[in-house]
């Protein structure tokens, strides 16, 4: 660990009192470079906004979120998407001051081990590696079904090999490709759910071919709250619950800007921003996205029930209440367009994936809890060997070529459901030893480069929240009558494993819990530093960056005095 001492000499630092450091004759930090490891900056501001907005939302926010009207009914959808938007932006706040307080690779998963424990940034790693990476499969034979909305001919064997094609592609040359191709089919989705919305105030105000000016109507009749599995006010409760699982495992975000955090260019002002945007993406686009869905369609109705029991539709266009609103509707055209749209928004899901699950792979190798050989990387900064790994995955989904192996994608998928919520759980509680390091050492955090509000009691109630979910979205297996094998543990897999893997690495290798008074605050701060204190580029907003793009500004340097 670097010696915390002074500010290293002609380096003048815009954060006072933050752990300081020592840079001796003989450091390495006296040659710039961009990290420490062979990851290049590459991602600029513009991509890393866009795939804040939109590089994670898949089928949820346009499809699966119609079962969670079904089970909940309008109001109960609303305010579920709501109080856990609000929970998951209090992970947010805790992420947010420590990746750009220091935008390693890895994110999260790498601070488990420098402000945790070892054996926590083992366990974290590797449950979020196996997340991402089911996932990706997933997504290809979710895009074989959207294709079906068109026609049941289509060879599926072609469109996995052409996915995996396309993720090597974008994925294998350089993490600009990947940036560039994430900002526009993240266009594509926000075309998408821009395109919903106004079909929704469109059409509820009479806007549609049988001038039907329905405005609210399904919150009155068949009302604002279903009842799901049981009656009466219980069964509106257990409704409202069904509907706030929907929502945890339909909003995400903030584990998706940690993991560019060692790719970002201008780093701490491009990760700023973009924690920042994603309080605007919680409210506009989830809750948004959730009000909508209440207002086109009533909770009961046949088509949509029927669409989400029938496996063969529950997974495309078919299911959406949107489409099905505008089919009930008689509006032709939308439905296709819908759809076509909808293609891109699962392919960019898969493509992040991808994206993530390397990056992890690659993070666990650096703190030695991947194999040293997945450290190497290409002139381009691609972590050539965590790709090759994880583009193994993208193969079981062939499996869906055959209709019973087929099912293998999904109880895999099935099995990893709630690592996404160990990983907020994990990002508080790695918060709280941050916060308390920061304190034992003496260090002021309205000097750090960002800080996050009410802390800590937002990292308490955000890992509160958050444990509570994960004990009880699977509640309903106890219920009487509910048990069922599978789904216990496509619920509580993960619950189960992590442990082991924590106790399991924390004998073997007898690590210890790392006291406050030694975590290491320096870390990789030395060259993050040095490295954005010699950038020549000036830092631009989203639009200004829009504006090069398009030619009709050019890049500005910032001149050396």
């Known amino acids: 660990m670097a010696d915390i001492k002074h500010e290293p000499e002609g380096y003048t630092s815009t954060e006072k009192n933050v752990p300081a450091y020592d840079v001796s004759a003989d450091s390495d930090v006296g040659g710039v470079v961009e990290n420490v490891d062979d990851l290049k900056r590459s991602l600029s501001g513009r991509q890393i906004q866009m795939i804040t907005i939109g590089g994670s939302i898949g089928t949820a ?80 034979s979710a895009l074989n079904l959207v294709l079906t909305f068109w026609r049941d001919d289509i060879p599926l064997a072609a469109v996995c090999a052409g996915c995996i094609v396309l993720y090597g592609i974008i994925n294998l040359f350089a993490v600009k490709w990947y940036g560039e191709s994430e900002f526009w089919l993240s266009s594509g989705k926000l075309v998408l759910i821009l395109m919903l919305f106004s079909f929704t105030f469109i059409t509820m105000v009479g806007g549609n071919p049988k001038h039907d000016a329905y405005g609210f109507r399904y919150w009155r009749e068949p009302g604002a709250f279903a009842e799901y599995v049981t009656t009466g006010t219980l069964g509106r409760f257990e409704g409202f619950l069904a509907a706030l699982w929907k929502a945890a495992f339909t909003i995400v975000g903030p584990e998706y800007i940690a993991m560019m955090a060692g790719e970002a260019s201008h780093p701490r002002k491009n990760l700023k921003r973009a924690f920042k945007t994603i309080y605007l993406r919680f409210g506009l686009f989830f809750i948004g996205g959730a009000l909508a869905c209440g207002i086109v369609i009533p909770y009961n109705d046949e088509n949509l029930i029927n669409a989400l029991g029938d496996a063969t539709a529950s997974g495309t266009a078919a299911a959406s209440p949107y489409v099905i609103a505008m089919q009930n509707l008689g509006i032709g055209v939308l439905p296709h367009l819908t759809n076509a749209l909808l293609v891109t928004s699962i392919f960019s899901a898969g493509n992040s994936y991808v994206y993530c699950a390397s990056r992890t792979l690659y993070s666990l190798s650096l703190d030695g809890h991947a194999p040293k050989f997945l450290r190497k990387c290409t002139k381009k900064g691609v972590p050539i060997w965590c790709f090759c790994v994880t583009m193994i995955f993208p193969f079981l989904s062939f499996l869906a070529v055959g209709s019973s192996s087929g099912q293998v994608i999904t109880w895999l998928a099935n099995l990893t459901e709630a690592s996404q919520i160990i990983d907020y759980i994990c990002m508080c509680w790695i918060y709280l030893y941050f916060y308390r390091a920061l304190k034992a050492q003496g260090f002021d955090r309205k000097d750090l480069p960002y800080v996050g509000w009410a802390q800590p009691y937002c990292a308490w109630a955000g890992l509160g929240t958050m444990i509570f979910t994960v004990s009880c979205y699977g509640y309903s297996t106890f219920l009487p009558g509910w048990w069922d094998v599978g789904t216990f543990f496509s619920y509580y897999t993960m619950v189960f494993l992590c442990p082991i893997l924590y106790v399991g690495w924390k004998v073997y290798w007898k690590t210890s819990i790392i006291k406050p008074e030694e975590a290491d605050l320096v870390w990789e701060r030395p060259v993050i530093d040095a490295y954005e204190a010699s950038i020549l580029e000036k830092h631009v907003g989203f639009f200004e960056e829009i504006k090069i793009m398009m030619g009709f500004k050019k890049k500005e340097q910032v001149h050396e005095g």
Request: glycine share 12%; net charge negative; aromatic share 18%.
């Open 61 to 140: 926010l346009f499809v699966s979120i119609g079962s969670g009207l079904v089970q909940g009914g309008p109001g109960s959808l609303l305010i579920a998407f709501t109080i856990y938007s609000c929970w998951l932006a209090l992970v947010n706040n805790c992420m947010a001051e420590m990746a750009v307080f220091m935008p390693v690779s890895g994110g999260f998963v790498r601070m488990g081990s420098k402000w945790v424990d070892e054996a926590f940034g083992f366990m974290l790693g590797w449950n979020f590696f196996l997340y991402e990476a089911v996932l990706i499969p997933w997504e290809i």
